[in-house]
């Protein structure tokens, strides 16, 4: 069983940063794939960013160049640093481990 807890969400102005933190527990492999997804109000969840087999990342293209994922296996933390953030960035943002284990989210508002 693997539980998963977000923080980081809130509400920032346009072109601003903001980083999201995942804590993961439980029957953690430092090999495990993991990453981030988001769902905005009247879409489907949609892939952000993930780390896949060897360490390789991949990135939606909507994010490419603003947003990062990184982690610390040491202490189970995943992260996703988002710079020039807009407003179509705004959505609930999820952490993830494959096969099917997923966090409560954490909102994230653009706006001015």
């Known amino acids: 069983q693997v539980h998963l807890v977000e923080s980081g969400g809130g509400l920032v102005q346009p072109g601003g940063s903001l980083r999201l933190s995942c804590a993961a527990s439980?029957?953690?492999?430092?090999?495990?794939?993991r990453g981030w997804y988001r769902q905005a109000p009247g879409k489907e969840r949609e892939l952000v960013a993930i780390?896949?087999?060897?360490?390789?990342?991949q990135y939606a293209d909507s994010v490419k160049g603003r947003f990062t994922i990184s982690r610390d296996n040491a202490k189970n933390m995943v992260y996703l640093h988002m710079n020039n953030l807009k407003p179509e960035d705004t959505a609930v943002y999820y952490c993830?481990?494959?096969?099917?284990?997923w966090g409560q989210g954490t909102q994230v508002t653009v706006s001015s």
């Open positions: 993830y481990f494959p096969p099917s284990y």
């Open positions: 780390f896949t087999t060897g360490d390789r990342t």
């Open positions: 439980g029957r953690i492999f430092s090999f495990n794939a």
